[in-house]
C-alpha cells in the first residue's frame, strides 16, 4: 500500500509540474504564455499566429505524464551494492495533445551522475520520447560516482531531475518570447541510497562561490527578489543579463556574462551546474558553484561562460545538499537563449521572464457588448489604492489560495496606468490593513529573526515607491515583548515617521512621531476606546487614523494633524460595514470593507453611512445608499469618482418556503453627489453571497471565492439596467 501511495503523489506531482512547472522559477510566467503572439507594434503588421514557428511554440506548451513506480521494491529506499542501479517505472501520457520528449539527469550527494534510459548511451542529460495517448516503460540505470569528501558517507541523497519537452528551440526572430512551460525542470524523484560498497570518485575542477549579498543593499534593487534574504521553502533561482540590463542575455563574441540569484533558500548549502544546450559547462573557469546561503543575504553570483553561440539555451540547476530526501528540491532557472548584438527579436513582456514580471493590459476592449470581458491580470488583484495623486500607480494584491510553506501570504503588485504594465515586486506576510499607502509611497512595518529563527532581532519600517524603490527606512524601534508595533506612515515633508503602538502599563494605542533612527520624539495622541489604529493614511499635513476595536466590535475614521490635535471627531462606521483597511480614492480617504457578505446586524452604530475624508474640502463626508443592507458591501472605485454596493435578492415561491433563486444587485452612485446613476441585475439564480468583490475606475467585478483567481462576473459602469 505504501508503494501505491507513493507512486500516486509522485504521479499527481508530476501532472502539476509539466503544466505549471511548480517549484521552479520559470512558475514565474507560466499563466502569461497562452498566446505569444498577440498582435505587438513589433510585428511589422504580420500574422504570426499563422506562423509555423507559433506552431511549434504552442505544441509545447501542456502536457503531463503520470508515473507508476509501484513496481519497484521499495520506491524512496535504495541499496547500492556495487551494481548499477536500476529505476523502473511506466510513464502514462493519455489525452495529451502532442508527443513530450522528457530530458534526465540525476544528483547523488549534490554530484552530476552518468546515467542511460531504455538502453541509450552513457550521459549526463539522456531524453526520453513519450508518444501521446500511450503507456510506455522507463529503465533509468546509474553507476553512482561521488568526490573524495562524500566517501565515508553512508546515505546520500539520490535526485532525478527532468526537463520539459527537451528537444525545443525557439526559432528565429520568435525566440524572444522566451520558453514559458518549455524547457521547465523539476525533481521528479527522490530516494535515500544506502551505500554498502564503495563508489567511483571524481574530482570536480574547484568552485566558484556565491557571494552573500545583505538585502539592503542597493546593487539588489534592479532585480525582481520576491523572498530576498529569507530561509523558507518555496526559493527560487534566477537568471539575468548581467547587472540586468536587459532581458535577454547578450554575447560578447562567444563569451555569456549573467548574474544568477537565489530568491530565497531552502537549505543553507546548494551545489550549482551550467549548462549550455543541456550539457554541462564551466563556470568562472570553474567545473561548478556552491552557495552558503543565511537568513538577510542575498546569494549572488556573475557568471561566465565561455564558447557560448548564438540562440544556444542556457540555464542553471541548483541542488541542495541535504540528508532530507523527502525536501530536497532542486532549483532550476529559466532557459534563456543567447544573442547576439544585432540579433531582430521579436518580445512580448507577458511571456519573456523580465527582471520584473510584467503583463500587458489589453488598450481595447470588445465592442459588440456593454459587459466587461477581459482576461487581463489587472482584474485579477485586489486593490489597495492609488499611491500617487495623479492616479497613474494604482496598489495591488493577492493573496496564496493555498497556505504558502514560506508563510508569505500575500503578493503586492503596481499597476502603471500610462503604461499598461504590472510590476509584481514584493511578497510579505503584511496584510493590505498593514499597510498606509499614499503621498506617491506605502509603508508597512515589519522584522527579522535571529539567525535561528527563533526571536526578532530587529523591528523596522520601509517605505517604497511605485517602482518598489526603497526611499525611506525607519530602523532603531526598540526591541522588547512589552512594545507592540501597529502601523506607520512616512512624511517626506518632515522626513519623519509617524507610528501607532501598545506597550505595557498603558490602555491606550499611542502615536508618535519618529526620528529615522527609531529614536521617539514626541506623543501625539492615543485613545483607550479603541485597540489600535490599524492604518494611517498621509493628506498633506493631515493624518488619517483607521481605528479598530473588538469589544464591542467596531471601526472608526478619525481625521488628526501632525501635533495630533484632533481635526474631526471620531466617526464610528456601521458593523455592517466590517471596516479594517485605509484606502485612498482620488480625493477622498476612507475605510474598505473586506465582508461580502449580506448578513445585517443591529446595533448602536448607524447602519446606512459611510464616512470618508474629503482631502480637498478637509472634512468628513456622507455616503448613504437607498437601503441600509446595501452596507453590507461597499467598494469605492480607486478613482474615487463612484460607490458600488452589491447585494442579493432571494425570490421565493409563492407559500414562501422555498427559494426559487437569487438575483446579484449591482447600485452605482456618483461619490461626489450621493445619486444613483445605474442599478445593474444579472441573470437569476447567480448569488454571490460570501465572494469577492473589486470596483476598479473601468468595470466591476465578481469573483468565485474569496480570492481573485476566478472571474465569475464583469459589469461595465454603464451597463444596461435591469
Known sequence: MKKLIIASLLAIALVFLLCSCAGTSESDTQSLVSNPFETSENENSETPANDERYELYDKYQSGALQFDFSEMNDAQNIEYNGEKINLTFSANAANNREDITIGYMAFIGGIPQVISVNGSEEAETVSVNFPKDEIKNVSINIKPRITKELEDKKELNLQIVSIFNIGYVPQGKYAGFGFGNINAGSTVYTACLTMNEKAETVELGGNAEFENIPTSDSSLKSYTLKKAGKMSSGA???LYSKDNETEHLILDKSTQTCDVLFDGADFDTYNVFFYVNHKRVQVNGKDYATVSAK??????????????NNHDIVYAIAVPLTDDYTKARILKTTSRLSFSPDDEIITNPATQPPADTSADVPESEPENSN??????????????????????????????????EDGLEYTYSVYDKSTGKITESLRSQKSPWDISCCKGQFTYIDEN?????????????VTYNEKFEEISRLSGLTVSDSIHYISAVYSKQLDKYFVCYRKDGRDEYIISRFSKDGKEEKELFSDSD????????????????????????????????????????????????????????????????????YAFKTEEFPEDTLYLYDGEKDKIVEFTPEEAIEMGCVRITPDGTKAVTITEHEFLNEEQTNRLYTDLVIKIYDLDTGEKINEIKNDKGSGVKGRNIQAFDDRIVVYDGSFTDYILFQFRYDEQAG
Open 295 to 308: 537568513a538577510g543575504y542575498v546569494p549572488k553570483l556573475t557568471a561566465t561562460l565561455e564558447n557560448v
Open 449 to 461: 529573526l535571529t539567525e535561528d529563527q527563533s526571536t526578532t532581532s530587529e523591528i523596522f519600517a
Open 371 to 404: 459587459t466587461a470581458a477581459s482576461d487581463s491580470v489587472l482584474y485579477k488583484n485586489n486593490v489597495v489604492g492609488y499611491i500617487d495623486n495623479d492616479l497613474n500607480y494604482l496598489l495591488l494584491y493577492k493573496r496564496a489560495s493555498d497556505e504558502p
Open 530 to 597: 479603541y485597540y489600535y489604529s490599524s492604518t494611517m493614511l498621509l493628506a498633506d499635513n493631515r493624518i488619517i487614523l483607521c481605528k479598530y476595536r473588538a469589544v464591542p466590535d467596531g471601526c472608526s475614521i478619525q481625521v488628526i494633524d501632525f501635533d495630533g490635535n484632533e481635526i474631526t471627531a471620531d466617526m464610528p462606521q456601521s458593523t455592517d460595514y466590517y471596516a479594517l483597511m485605509g484606502q485612498k480614492s482620488g480625493k477622498y480617504y476612507c475605510l474598505l470593507s473586506n465582508r461580502t457578505g
Open 236 to 238: 527560487m533561482l534566477k
